[in-house]
């Protein structure tokens, strides 16, 4: 049931063991079975823990994430301490599915999933400058590259400005002459 797995234990007291597959169990000698998942209201996995006679209920993401996800001193300077699901899928904790976000950036990521497509477009197409892919809007651009639609016009509002860290730019899109796109350059 658990080959493939990579085990850390984590805790203070290594009662508890955590796969980079998002699951969890005791580390007692004998017992090969995954705790209990429960969803939350808003649909993230937890645990309960029994730490010091107490109940602790552990988000599954957070105990992964601190196992298997590098923190690094830039996500700490930049207050990135909350989780992205990087495919949108609370329920999906595979560590290579997690990274580490500011709380505003995992919200709107974990809200654009939820509440999916607005009903009206959110911005002028955009085109990606590699493939020529064009997007309806920034909705399905920051869906495509793993951005947030805030991320998406950061970087629309640095091009005009000469930033060279920019990678978008205005263009117009040929069957739509009368609308302006944004470039993404990747």
Same mark, same amino acid.
């Given at each position: 049931m658990f080959?493939?797995?990579?085990?850390q234990y984590f805790g203070e007291s290594n009662k508890y063991l955590v796969s980079d597959h998002g699951r969890i169990k005791r580390a007692m000698a004998g017992e090969d079975k995954a705790l209990a998942q429960h969803l939350n209201p808003k649909g993230a996995p937890y645990v309960i823990l029994y730490?010091?006679?107490?109940?602790?209920?552990?988000q599954v993401n957070t105990i992964v994430a601190s196992a298997f996800v590098p923190h690094t001193?830039?996500?700490?300077?930049?207050?990135?301490n909350f989780i992205w699901h990087n495919d949108g899928?609370?329920?999906?904790?595979?560590?290579?599915?997690?990274?580490?976000?500011?709380?505003?950036?995992?919200?709107?990521?974990?809200?654009?999933?939820?509440?999916?497509?607005?009903?009206?477009p959110v911005s002028a197409p955009?085109?990606?400058?590699?493939?020529? *892919?064009?997007?309806?809007d920034a909705y399905d651009a920051a869906?495509?590259?793993?951005? *947030?639609m805030t991320q998406i016009f950061f970087e629309i509002e640095r091009w005009p400005m000469g930033d060279p860290k920019a990678t978008l730019s205005?263009?117009?899109?040929?069957?739509?002459?009368?609308?302006?796109?944004?470039?993404?350059i990747h």
């Amino acid at each position: 049931m658990f080959e493939n797995e990579r085990w850390q234990y984590f805790g203070e007291s290594n009662k508890y063991l955590v796969s980079d597959h998002g699951r969890i169990k005791r580390a007692m000698a004998g017992e090969d079975k995954a705790l209990a998942q429960h969803l939350n209201p808003k649909g993230a996995p937890y645990v309960i823990l029994y730490v010091g006679g107490d109940r602790v209920y552990k988000q599954v993401n957070t105990i992964v994430a601190s196992a298997f996800v590098p923190h690094t001193a830039e996500n700490v300077s930049h207050q990135e301490n909350f989780i992205w699901h990087n495919d949108g899928n609370q329920r999906n904790c595979y560590a290579e599915n997690l990274k580490w976000a500011r709380r505003s950036l995992v919200l709107e990521w974990n809200s654009m999933h939820r509440d999916g497509p607005p009903l009206e477009p959110v911005s002028a197409p955009i085109r990606n400058c590699s493939s020529g *892919t064009v997007y309806f809007d920034a909705y399905d651009a920051a869906i495509a590259f793993g951005m *947030t639609m805030t991320q998406i016009f950061f970087e629309i509002e640095r091009w005009p400005m000469g930033d060279p860290k920019a990678t978008l730019s205005y263009h117009a899109v040929a069957d739509r002459p009368h609308m302006r796109s944004v470039h993404i350059i990747h």
